[in-house]
């Protein structure tokens, strides 16, 4: 789980600043990664260079782009580069986008599939979503010392862990709440299922998401814009 905080203002990331070295040091350089590999693999924003700071800046949906922000000031580095040049080369044949359904509002949730780039017959199915979606549907989580380890089935298991993370420790302070999970599969079984289901059909969806693993949980500090209230005021004003 990982909270940070006001993504879409980068002087107010203080409590985010260096939060992947934390994280590498508690789950190990794996988890960091696979959370940074998600990110930009689920990711539809664009980087833009700003000449005047000398900077790339992501440009798109705010959470969507906060999140590339965030791994940004976190000065992730990767054996394949930094940000900017993973964010190039997720568009390469090795990492091609081989299916995507676009988030879904009744379902909650969208769906990436990519190549991976250190096995040509390799895929990577991301999902991300809100938590009782995304959760529900996972079977595996990792451990401290980064093995993959049994996820709780039962419904009181996975009750317990939505409280604690969404109700109890980031929706109650008002947090925009989603969760990312994975699994990887095969080129070939991954063209079996499309060959037989359609790819927005409910039967495609749920082959594809059976025995996902749990990765993460981001909690967004979304404040109301400043003028907000005052336009809530004028509004029960002419209703009065």
């Known amino acids: ?5 006001d993504l879409d203002d ?4 203080d409590r985010a600043d260096r939060l992947l070295n934390r994280i590498g040091q508690s789950f190990g350089r794996q988890t960091v990664d696979d959370m ?9 924003v664009r980087l833009e260079a700003c000449p005047i700071e000398a900077v790339y800046k992501p440009q798109g949906a705010p959470c969507e782009a906060g999140l590339i922000r965030f791994i940004m000031e976190n000065d992730y580095q990767s054996a394949g580069g930094d940000v900017a040049r993973l964010m190039k080369y997720r568009n390469s044949d090795e990492t091609r986008k081989i299916a995507c ?3 879904d509002q009744a379902l909650k949730r969208k769906i990436v599939i990519r190549k991976v780039p250190s096995d040509p017959n390799a895929a990577r199915i991301y999902l991300q979503g809100a938590p009782e979606e995304v959760i529900g549907l996972c079977k595996f989580k990792y451990n401290v010392k980064n093995n993959r380890s049994p996820l709780p089935q039962s419904r009181q298991d996975k009750h317990s862990l939505l409280d604690q993370t969404v109700s109890g420790r980031m ?3 008002g947090l925009k709440v989603f969760s990312i999970a994975y699994k990887d599969t095969t080129i070939d079984e991954l063209q079996k299922i499309i060959s037989t289901h359609n790819e927005e059909s409910p039967e495609f969806r749920d082959t594809i998401e059976r025995d996902l693993v749990y990765l993460c949980t ?5 404040p109301l814009r400043a003028d907000i209230p005052e336009a809530v005021q004028e509004i029960q004003g002419r209703s009065e």
């Open 218 to 222: 981001f909690g967004f500090d979304d």
């Open 36 to 44: 940074a590999d998600a990110i930009i693999a689920l990711t539809d």
């Open 101 to 103: 359904l676009p988030f």
């Open 1 to 5: 789980m990982v909270q940070v905080s």
């Open 171 to 173: 929706a109650e302070q």
């Open 10 to 13: 980068c002087e107010k990331m």
